[in-house]
């Protein structure tokens, strides 16, 4: 089996808990700390994706894949955002995603106020995540990976 059907697979499975994480268990218990785990998931989903992306046009060798993340994101952001349709829009969001899963991956503190989480950086600068915020990461995450899945199933 190609590696990039692997990374679709795998790509759909998280999407499939996320999606599940946060229409149907987050309505119904009501713990924050899934709102966590769904941010967590959106990230893996996008990072598959992009896997997908890389691995799917190396295969065709219009891009090579190099063993440096940092260079495979930039022949992403260059090439296959325009392949794929994705938008700057959704590139910043892209980017604003992994930067808020690092944030909470480094962070001393977390906790829940009211209906959002707060996440404290080192310095104690806080970054405040609204229900409203996960739901246009998990929209993100299904975007990016419909456009990952009609692109290289139906191309």
């Not at 992306?53 to 952001?77: A, G």
């Not at 906790?111 to 707060?118: A, E, P, Q, R, S």
Request: a positive charge; one cysteine or more.
């Amino acid at each position: 089996m190609e590696i990039f059907i692997k990374h679709l697979n795998e790509a759909q499975r998280n999407f499939r808990i996320i999606h599940h994480l946060f229409y149907v268990t987050f309505p119904l218990v009501k713990d924050k700390k899934i709102l966590l785990k769904v941010l967590i998931n959106s990230k893996k989903v996008i990072v598959e994706c992009i896997n997908t992306m890389l691995h799917y046009e190396s295969m065709l060798q219009r891009i090579k894949i190099s063993d440096d993340p940092v260079l495979n994101f930039k022949i992403f952001e260059q090439k296959c955002t325009k392949w794929y349709g994705i938008t700057d829009e959704e590139f910043n969001l892209i980017l604003e995603l992994f930067e808020t899963v690092k944030k909470h991956d480094e962070s001393p503190v977390e906790f829940l106020k009211g209906d959002n989480i707060v996440i404290l950086s080192e310095n104690m600068k806080p970054r405040i995540l609204s229900f409203q915020d996960i739901k246009k990461f998990v929209e993100l995450a299904k975007i990016i990976f419909l456009k990952t899945y009609q692109r290289v199933v139906f191309y």
